[in-house]
RNA sequence: GCUAGGGUACCCAAGCGGUCAAAGGGGCAGGACUUAAGAUCCUGUGGCUUAGUGCCUUCCGGGGUUCGAAUCCUCGCCCUAGCACCA
């Protein structure tokens, strides 16, 4: 077997691929375009493993497949290099963001070539280059003007640890998404949002459309978004109108309380003077109870002094302030129907607050002094008034027609999504492009200023570094030339990745964001591949900026990407998450030296299907090691003769299976087609050079460099990456040589079966094998191949072949498809 | 609790109405090669039987639909992930 230096040939088509722009992608109309992305990384010291290794082949090989296939394929790379870690690590490095990041990608760009990847390096970005954020802000700007970015004082997440406020969709059970041990402070503070509310609605029944995305992504974003339909009623309090959101009117008649949240910032409006200290008690109370107590936490509540009126039974109700209502929702209150709602009706058991029945189930009769919990499900009214059995079903629209009637209440539609909140107070992000005048407010950085560029004058240290600044912090105001200040926050990065993939179009586009013609070409991304962790961030805001682009003019789709794959995380041989943390990282670098690249890729693709979780083994590679090796053996003793007609089919077949498994995202299949069709091979040996070829293409997206490599070995002067994917001769396939190898599959286990009984019997191992094959099945049965399988010296005659060696007369039993055998 | 997805032979894993005792890999066993080991190659790998085309029991457990189920329905049990007091 011949030693076969990996990583040289790895360097040697690597290094060509480049210098050739092999992958370079052009606009043009006239081809069919396909546009392969993975979720770009966030770079950091630590470099890639074989987990993101696994991520990229998946893109790659489809990347490779629909470039084989005529298409104009798109297959871009950048970083995602702005950010808190990178922050945090350059400062416990002592050393400048922006080195530790240039220096981080650079290690990262070499990591990624090394993998063999066929991006467009002429396209890449980098989202910390100002160039790039320039259009950040620039959007920003925009949104601005359009009522969509804003400023507003609120309660926020606050990470003690990171410094900053932190997003809804970063709060994990209450704790950061980055510090899972660190609890998430609630603060009132001024902060900028963008207004993705305003698309709460598309974002929600778009979903439908992504036909191509995994269910359970859909399902946490419809839930994440929480659209549902429902009434406002106007309750009033101390003569102050209260809009009270409720999915549930048909119980109107049995609200016997309200509960107002704990967190309103209008809570003291309600409590009455004689109450105050009582609420002041609670309030105190429920912030001192850590997160953890807070899960277990039971309803509780404090009466506020105030009464509300129903403004349909005109009945005098209490209000209470409670700890389990959210504030944000809604309008931060509710109506309770304790008959009808578990929530409330803990809450009136606890405090003595009658229950009113106002549904009554059709099997049996609830009593409300009897009932151990809510009834929520279905029946007739009752102490409804005109409403009395009415199905409650239908009472929710009855009743709702009634409010709206009356004007004091009108159907509403609520979501759980809010406002983004984009203001970090931290030195690595995209600066704000706002500056704060005292006569004109917040004044928008005139387009032309842009970009704004982070200052390098600055000190790390405690709170925000851009403050520190002097020349950042200090200008004058656009519109009065008065002095004022710089908006010193800067933004999420999730906003910097929110639009990346239009900037792929044109990426170096210093006019405009990008050429709408061109990013109309090539997007939407057809193929989007990534974790699932970011469901609920990433793949909101960029459906939302993509949303928001388009109402701007500047998209004529909607949705930004047809197909979401979502690959399953690589573990360590330890069984544990592939990490740094955990100490199991396997390197892209030691499995090139050791195995190959490309005999990485295949087994990675090789385990299971790309959606589940896998393992890495040093055991289970060798598998594909072993089959690479083979292959490269056969070709480079390669000597072209020609296909027989039953290999012939048989590699025709294979080009459809693979074709279609890749199409499918079952590479594992392809990987065993490929290795049963390479068996065939080399059982029959001989291979006309069309066919050999063939091979090398079905292969080539899976392990590029080898095929490249024995592409070249054939005598082949242009690159087997740029040569058309095989078409199947669908005349050439033949069933009927299946079934023959079935046959001959079975004989050698009969073989097998029969030499182990005379084994046993006769305590001797048979070493000669006569088959007596019928005329018909002759040509099943080749000597040679069954010599080599069985490991004895076969011998094939025709049943009727009067000169056979048959002494004890098996040649009777001979059957179609069915020879006789007999061992000595 | 809710939502999505799973439970397949020693292990990983494909299959998702008949062609299924169930692809492929790993492991293990036997054989070939070798002085031997390793590497490599071949074969076998639910049970029973027999000089081979046979029978029995399997695809988490129970029940069902069907001429026929690993595959469909139903009820349980268990696992994985996400969300979790959203009125």
Same mark, same amino acid.
């Given at each position: 077997?011949?030693?076969?230096?990996?990583?040289?040939?790895?360097?040697?088509?690597?290094?060509?691929?480049?210098?050739?722009?092999?992958?370079?992608?052009?606009?043009?109309?006239?081809?069919?375009?396909?546009?392969?992305? /993975?979720?770009?990384?966030?770079?950091?010291?630590?470099?890639?493993?074989?987990?993101?290794?696994?991520?990229?082949?998946?893109?790659?090989?489809?990347?490779?497949?629909?470039?084989?296939?005529?298409?104009?394929?798109?297959?871009?790379?950048?970083?995602?290099?702005?950010?808190?870690?990178?922050?945090?690590?350059?400062?416990?490095?002592?050393?400048?963001?922006?080195?530790?990041?240039?220096?981080?990608?650079?290690?990262?760009?070499?990591?990624?070539?090394?993998?063999?990847?066929?991006?467009?390096?002429?396209?890449?970005?980098?989202?910390?280059?100002?160039?790039?954020?320039?259009?950040?802000?620039?959007?920003?700007?925009?949104?601005?003007?359009?009522?969509?970015?804003?400023?507003?004082?609120?309660?926020?997440?606050?990470?003690?640890?990171?410094?900053?406020?932190?997003?809804?969709?970063?709060?994990?059970?209450?704790?950061?998404?980055?510090?899972?041990?660190?609890?998430?402070?609630?603060?009132?503070?001024?902060?900028?949002?963008?207004?993705?509310?305003?698309?709460?609605?598309?974002?929600?029944?778009?979903?439908?459309?992504?036909?191509?995305?995994?269910?359970?992504?859909?399902?946490?974003?419809?839930?994440?978004?929480?659209?549902?339909?429902?009434?406002?009623?106007?309750?009033?309090?101390?003569?102050?109108?209260?809009?009270?959101?409720?999915?549930?009117?048909?119980?109107?008649?049995?609200?016997?309380?309200?509960?107002?949240?704990?967190?309103?910032?209008?809570?003291?409006?309600?409590?009455?003077?004689?109450?105050?200290?009582?609420?002041?008690?609670?309030?105190?109370?429920?912030?001192?109870?850590?997160?953890?107590?807070?899960?277990?936490?039971? *309803?509780?509540?404090?009466?506020?002094?105030?009464?509300?009126?129903?403004?349909?039974?005109?009945?005098?109700?209490?209000?209470?302030?409670?700890?389990?209502?959210?504030?944000?929702?809604?309008?931060?209150?509710?109506?309770?129907?304790?008959?009808?709602?578990?929530?409330?009706?803990?809450?009136?058991? *606890?405090?003595?607050?009658?229950? !009113?029945?106002?549904?009554?189930?059709?099997?049996?009769?609830?009593?409300?002094?009897?009932?151990?919990?809510?009834?929520?499900?279905?029946?007739?009214?009752?102490?409804?008034?005109?409403?009395?059995?009415?199905?409650?079903?239908?009472?929710?629209?009855?009743?709702?027609?009634?409010?709206?009637?009356?004007?004091?209440?009108?159907?509403?539609?609520?979501?759980?999504?809010?406002?983004?909140?984009?203001?970090?107070?931290?030195?690595?992000?995209?600066?704000?492009?706002?500056?704060?005048?005292?006569?004109?407010?917040?004044?928008?950085?005139? /387009?032309?200023?842009?970009?704004?560029?982070?200052? !390098?004058?600055?000190?790390?240290?405690?709170?925000?570094?851009?403050?520190?600044?002097?020349?950042?912090?200090?200008?004058?105001?656009?519109?009065?030339?008065?002095?004022?200040?710089?908006?010193?926050?800067?933004?999420?990065?999730?906003?910097?990745?929110?639009?990346?993939? $239009?900037?792929?179009?044109?990426?170096?586009?210093?006019?405009?964001?990008?050429?709408?013609? *061109?990013?109309?070409?090539?997007?939407?991304?057809?193929?989007?591949?990534?974790?699932?962790?970011?469901?609920?961030?990433?793949?909101?805001?960029?459906?939302?900026?993509?949303?928001?682009?388009?109402?701007?003019?500047?998209?004529?789709?909607?949705?930004?990407?047809?197909?979401?794959?979502?690959?399953?995380?690589?573990?360590?041989?330890?069984?544990?998450?592939?990490?740094?943390?955990?100490?199991?990282?396997?390197?892209?670098?030691?499995?090139?030296?050791?195995?190959?690249?490309?005999?990485?890729? $295949?087994?990675?693709?090789?385990?299971?299907? $790309?959606?589940?979780?896998?393992?890495?083994?040093?055991?289970?590679?060798?598998?594909?090691?072993?089959?690479?090796?083979?292959?490269?053996?056969?070709?480079?003793?390669?000597?072209?003769?020609?296909?027989?007609?039953?290999?012939?089919?048989?590699?025709?077949?294979?080009?459809?299976?693979?074709?279609?498994?890749?199409?499918?995202?079952?590479?594992?299949?392809?990987?065993?087609?490929?290795?049963? $069709?390479?068996?065939?091979?080399?059982?029959?040996?001989?291979?006309?050079?069309?066919?050999?070829?063939?091979?090398?293409?079905?292969?080539?997206?899976?392990?590029?460099?080898?095929?490249?490599?024995?592409? /070249?070995?054939?005598?082949?002067?242009?690159?087997?990456?740029?040569?058309?994917?095989?078409?199947?001769?669908?005349?050439?396939?033949?069933?009927?040589? /299946?079934?023959?190898?079935?046959?001959?599959?079975?004989?050698?286990?009969?073989?097998?079966?029969?030499?182990?009984?005379? *084994?046993?019997?006769?305590?001797?191992?048979?070493?000669?094998?006569?088959?007596?094959?019928?005329?018909?099945?002759?040509?099943?049965?080749?000597?040679?191949?069954?010599?080599?399988?069985?490991?004895?010296?076969?011998?094939?005659?025709?049943?009727?072949?009067?000169?056979?060696?048959?002494?004890?007369?098996?040649?009777?039993?001979?059957?179609?498809?069915?020879?006789?055998?007999?061992?000595?």
């Amino acid at each position: 077997m011949t030693a076969v230096n990996f990583k040289k040939i790895e360097e040697k088509w690597q290094k060509k691929w480049e210098d050739k722009k092999v992958f370079q992608a052009k606009a043009n109309p006239k081809k069919k375009k396909f546009y392969v992305l /993975e979720m770009f990384p966030y770079p950091s010291a630590y470099g890639l493993h074989m987990g993101h290794a696994f991520n990229y082949t998946i893109g790659d090989i489809f990347a490779r497949y629909k470039r084989m296939k005529g298409f104009n394929v798109m297959y871009p790379m950048g970083y995602d290099a702005l950010g808190l870690p990178a922050e945090n690590a350059a400062i416990k490095a002592k050393i400048h963001p922006e080195d530790y990041t240039k220096k981080s990608i650079k290690n990262f760009i070499k990591q990624h070539k090394s993998i063999g990847l066929s991006y467009d390096w002429e396209r890449m970005i980098v989202t910390s280059d100002p160039e790039y954020y320039k259009w950040d802000q620039w959007i920003f700007l925009q949104m601005f003007k359009k009522g969509l970015a804003y400023q507003k004082k609120s309660s926020v997440n606050w990470c003690p640890k990171c410094q900053t406020v932190l997003a809804n969709e970063q709060v994990y059970n209450g704790k950061c998404w980055r510090h899972e041990n660190t609890n998430v402070e609630i603060k009132p503070l001024k902060q900028w949002f963008f207004k993705i509310t305003k698309y709460a609605n598309e974002l929600y029944n778009d979903i439908e459309k992504l036909k191509k995305w995994p269910e359970d992504i859909k399902a946490m974003q419809r839930h994440w978004i929480g659209k549902s339909h429902g009434v406002e009623i106007d309750f009033k309090i101390k003569e102050k109108t209260w809009p009270i959101f409720t999915t549930r009117p048909d119980t109107i008649y049995g609200v016997t309380f309200m509960v107002i949240s704990a967190q309103h910032p209008d809570l003291m409006d309600i409590v009455t003077e004689k109450h105050k200290k009582n609420v002041e008690k609670f309030l105190k109370k429920i912030h001192s109870v850590s997160e953890k107590q807070k899960e277990e936490l039971e *309803k509780e509540g404090v009466f506020t002094g105030s009464y509300a009126e129903n403004p349909v039974t005109g009945d005098r109700i209490p209000v209470y302030a409670g700890n389990f209502v959210v504030a944000d929702y809604g309008c931060g209150m509710v109506m309770a129907v304790p008959a009808h709602d578990q929530r409330d009706f803990e809450f009136a058991k *606890k405090y003595n607050i009658p229950i !009113k029945v106002v549904i009554q189930p059709e099997m049996y009769e609830l009593n409300a002094e009897r009932m151990s919990r809510a009834y929520t499900g279905d029946g007739n009214l009752v102490n409804s008034k005109e409403f009395n059995a009415t199905w409650n079903r239908d009472a929710i629209d009855e009743i709702a027609e009634y409010l709206e009637k009356r004007k004091i209440g009108r159907r509403v539609i609520q979501f759980k999504l809010r406002d983004w909140l984009i203001s970090r107070q931290r030195y690595w992000g995209t600066p704000i492009p706002i500056i704060h005048c005292e006569k004109c407010g917040a004044v928008p950085v005139p /387009e032309k200023e842009l970009p704004i560029k982070l200052p !390098k004058d600055i000190k790390f240290g405690k709170g925000n570094p851009l403050e520190t600044s002097k020349s950042f912090a200090n200008v004058k105001c656009p519109k009065c030339k008065g002095p004022a200040k710089r908006e010193t926050d800067t933004m999420d990065t999730f906003v910097n990745s929110s639009w990346y993939f $239009l900037r792929y179009t044109d990426p170096k586009n210093s006019k405009k964001i990008f050429d709408s013609k *061109k990013a109309n070409y090539w997007c939407p991304v057809d193929l989007y591949i990534g974790g699932r962790e970011h469901a609920c961030m990433h793949l909101i805001y960029f459906r939302f900026y993509t949303k928001f682009l388009r109402d701007q003019g500047l998209l004529k789709f909607s949705e930004p990407a047809i197909k979401l794959f979502n690959q399953g995380m690589l573990h360590g041989p330890d069984k544990r998450k592939m990490s740094k943390s955990w100490g199991n990282v396997i390197l892209p670098e030691t499995v090139s030296k050791k195995y190959g690249m490309d005999t990485a890729r $295949l087994f990675l693709i090789s385990l299971a299907s $790309l959606d589940k979780d896998i393992e890495w083994s040093d055991k289970g590679i060798q598998g594909s090691k072993k089959l690479i090796n083979r292959i490269i053996d056969f070709y480079s003793e390669f000597n072209p003769s020609k296909t027989s007609p039953r290999l012939e089919s048989k590699i025709n077949k294979t080009i459809l299976e693979v074709s279609e498994s890749i199409e499918n995202f079952k590479y594992n299949i392809s990987a065993i087609k490929i290795r049963e $069709l390479f068996e065939a091979i080399e059982d029959e040996k001989n291979l006309s050079k069309k066919h050999a070829e063939i091979f090398l293409k079905l292969l080539h997206p899976f392990c590029p460099h080898i095929t490249e490599e024995l592409w /070249e070995k054939l005598g082949n002067k242009k690159f087997i990456t740029i040569q058309n994917w095989p078409e199947a001769d669908t005349k050439k396939i033949n069933e009927k040589f /299946e079934q023959q190898d079935k046959i001959f599959e079975n004989t050698i286990s009969d073989i097998a079966e029969i030499s182990k009984i005379i *084994k046993d019997k006769k305590k001797k191992e048979p070493k000669k094998v006569f088959i007596y094959a019928i005329p018909k099945d002759l040509e099943i049965f080749n000597e040679e191949k069954l010599s080599k399988k069985t490991g004895k010296k076969v011998k094939v005659f025709a049943v009727n072949d009067k000169k056979k060696y048959d002494p004890e007369n098996k040649a009777k039993k001979a059957k179609p498809g069915r020879p006789a055998i007999y061992l000595e």
